[in-house]
Nanobody, 118 residues
């Protein structure tokens, strides 16, 4: 099992910034992907960004140039720096940890709310 503890959500005005953190503990896979998904009311959960244990990143088109995903492998922690936030970024953000092995194992954080409003 992998436990994920998220922090950093909150409320911010349009154009503002927030930084999310997610620390993993427990069964840590040497090859893994850590990332962030979000889900707005009435919408499906979508990938925001992820980063592999080797440092490769991927972003949703809607956040490219505004959000940056990074990680500290020594701390098993992933970060999401969110700049130039828009009202449409409002959602519950969920940390995801995918362990890569003979099969993949997915673990989820409890979610943290991000609200962008004037």
């Amino acid at each position: 099992q992998v436990q994920l503890v998220e922090s950093g959500g909150g409320s911010v005005q349009p154009g503002g910034s927030l930084r999310l953190s997610c620390a993993a503990s427990g069964r840590i896979f040497s090859i893994n992907v850590m990332g962030w998904y979000r889900q707005a009311p009435g919408k499906q959960r979508e990938l925001v960004a992820h980063i592999t244990s080797g440092g490769s990143t991927a972003y949703a088109d809607s956040v490219k140039g505004r959000f940056t995903v990074s990680r500290d492998n020594a701390k098993n922690t992933v970060y999401l720096q969110m700049n130039s936030l828009k009202p449409e970024d409002t959602a519950a953000y969920y940390c995801n940890y995918r362990g890569i092995g003979v099969r993949n194992y997915d673990y989820w954080g409890q979610g943290t709310q991000v609200t962008v409003s004037s």
